[in-house]
């Protein structure tokens, strides 16, 4: 298939890149602009094994990358691929790099459903011993994974706008219909933020967006320890609103 007005494709090394631009995102949410990319891959991925072009059991992958994100380091492909290919890693999240970032920081999600970089380095995290520390999710920024493994997921909330909001989403369903998120930290993945882009995402959520993903994911006593922490930072989320 040759390459329409909103994607390019890219040789990389024996690979072969597609890159999708959305101009229709600014008016539907990030997740139904993500599931329409992926419907998209879907049906070149049966062109391409229809005309002989991939084999059934080549792995596609997936990387969702924000508009004002950069990967600068040409490795970034051979790392990001390779660490898919463990079978226990159904995604991962590539590092942010700012003035602030430390190695091994891992983003979170605050009882208020706020995002929260946290100071719990990965290693804590793989020595816990049993020990109770923040789950790591899609740092917002940049992540992937297989196409089967979005394929199987659970259908998304198309109304969620935020990259906030679809990444808690997104993260939600990796951890609990999964295989959970792999962070890396080798510094061909790190991401560059920048910070001039007129379509920079916001790193929060609106209290509706947090109402939804809480009817969605959330049991009442749940949802109910989520609205006390919410309203003591930006004044509550509103029970009745969709």
Not at 31 to 44: K, P, T, Y
Not at 67 to 77: E, I, Q, V
Not at 223 to 239: F, I
Request: glycine share 6%; hydrophobic share 35%; with cysteine.
């Amino acid at each position: 298939a040759e390459p329409t007005n909103n994607q390019k494709q890219h040789d990389h090394g024996s690979q072969k890149v597609y890159a999708f631009y959305n101009p229709e995102a600014q008016h539907q949410g990030l997740s139904a602009s993500r599931s329409d990319a992926v419907e998209f891959v879907n049906i070149l991925v049966k062109k391409y094994e229809e005309a002989g072009l991939k084999k059934p059991n080549e792995e596609i992958m997936l990387l969702f990358l924000r508009s004002d994100g950069r990967l600068t380091d040409p490795k970034w492909l051979d790392d990001v691929t390779g660490a898919l290919v463990s079978p226990t890693a159904g995604a991962v999240s590539l590092q942010v790099d700012h003035p602030s970032s430390k190695q091994g920081e891992t983003t979170t999600l605050l009882p208020s459903l706020h995002i929260h970089t946290g100071e719990t380095s990965l290693s804590e995290l793989a020595d816990g011993k049993g020990k109770s520390y923040p789950t790591p999710i899609i740092g917002g920024v940049a992540s992937a994974m297989r196409l089967k493994t979005y394929n199987d997921l659970p259908a998304n909330d198309s109304i969620l706008s935020s990259a906030a909001a679809a990444d808690v989403e997104l993260s939600l369903n990796l951890w609990l219909c999964g295989d959970g998120i792999k962070v890396l930290t080798s510094k061909s993945t790190v991401v560059r933020v920048d910070r001039n882009n007129p379509h920079q995402s916001s790193d929060d959520m609106s209290d509706e967006e947090a109402a939804r993903l809480m009817a969605a994911w959330m049991t009442n006593e749940q949802a109910n320890s989520v609205y006390p922490a919410r309203s003591m930072v930006n004044g509550g989320v509103d029970a009745s609103r969709e």
